[in-house]
């Protein structure tokens, strides 16, 4: 079968109004239409994006299920190209998630719930969500899957290479990210990039990393939004500002990237699940 070799991606590094669902959906939908117009196959917001972060209790004011309306009126819109959106899930009465929702063919094809949630320096997402247990894999259109990890998942390098393992042609990395959140000598602006680089590098595949830009209370949100290829190398990166980036990412690129350096090939799962079992 002969596949496509390039797939046309973008990242939405927009703002959030905290709580108001209403207007951030308002502006996803002006977004995708953008997206829509560039010709874009997959489109990357970031963590929460329909609800934003600093929520607290007010969780329960703003979840709702994957069933909800509001998501298939964006999956609609959403047609053919697989758009990526972060909200809060109700799973059931009092249990929430920190999640994405993979829309495309009209449809919600899949829901990821966040696995590791940071309850340390200024975040605090083990009190007000639930964990979850699942990776999710998706196809774009064939020959090119997406696998997507939300922020905090991408700092446990297992989770990551776990995710990895089913060999997506897409890691997307929806993150919000604020100055100083950590604490005051932790620079999420430099480690971020050294973060999605070196995965990009080590796997031999292209990330989307979509962060917010702007202000929610006293945090600040940083953007540096990007594309990289699968070599670690830049392909877009956002300024400062909300903006839609948007770069192109090749099958034979990639092929290539993991044929010089085969990090998946050589995993040696077994190996690996026999170490991990020690430690238990």
């Known amino acids: 079968m002969h596949y496509q070799d390039t797939l046309k991606v973008g990242a939405a590094q927009i703002n959030t109004e905290l709580g108001d669902v209403d207007a951030n959906l308002a502006h996803h939908h002006e977004l995708i239409a953008q997206a829509h117009r560039q010709g874009l196959e997959l489109l990357v917001f ?59 063919h009209g449809r919600v094809t899949a829901v990821h719930r966040k696995l590791n949630l940071p309850t340390y320096g200024g975040l605090e997402e083990g009190k007000w969500f639930a964990h979850g247990e699942s990776l999710t894999h998706t196809t774009i259109r064939p020959g090119w899957t997406a696998t997507p990890l939300i922020c905090a998942d991408l700092w446990n390098p297992a989770l990551v290479h ?16 604020a100055s100083g959140i950590v604490s005051e000598s932790f620079s999420n602006e430099d480690n971020w990039v050294l973060n999605v680089r070196f995965y990009a590098m080590t796997y031999g595949t292209p990330v ?73």
């Open 46 to 104: 970031p963590e929460l994006s329909l609800t934003g972060y600093g929520l607290g209790p007010r969780v329960v004011e703003v979840a709702f299920p994957r069933e909800d309306p509001r998501l298939a009126r964006l999956a609609e819109a959403a047609s053919e190209m697989q758009v990526i959106v972060g909200f809060v899930e109700e799973a059931s009465p009092g249990e929430y998630y920190n999640a994405l929702a993979i829309l495309q």
């Open 162 to 177: 776990a995710a990895l393992l089913a060999r997506p042609t897409v890691l997307c990395a929806p993150i919000n990210s």
């Open 208 to 280: 989307i990393m979509a962060n917010r830009y702007g202000a929610e209370g006293d945090s600040h949100f940083w953007g540096g939004s990007r594309i990289l290829g699968p070599r670690g190398d830049l392909l877009a990166a956002a300024d400062a500002g909300e903006q839609l980036i948007v770069a192109e990412i090749s099958r034979t690129a990639i092929a290539r990237a993991r044929f010089e350096l085969p990090t998946l090939r050589d995993a040696d799962t077994p190996l690996v699940r026999q170490l991990m079992d020690g430690y238990r």
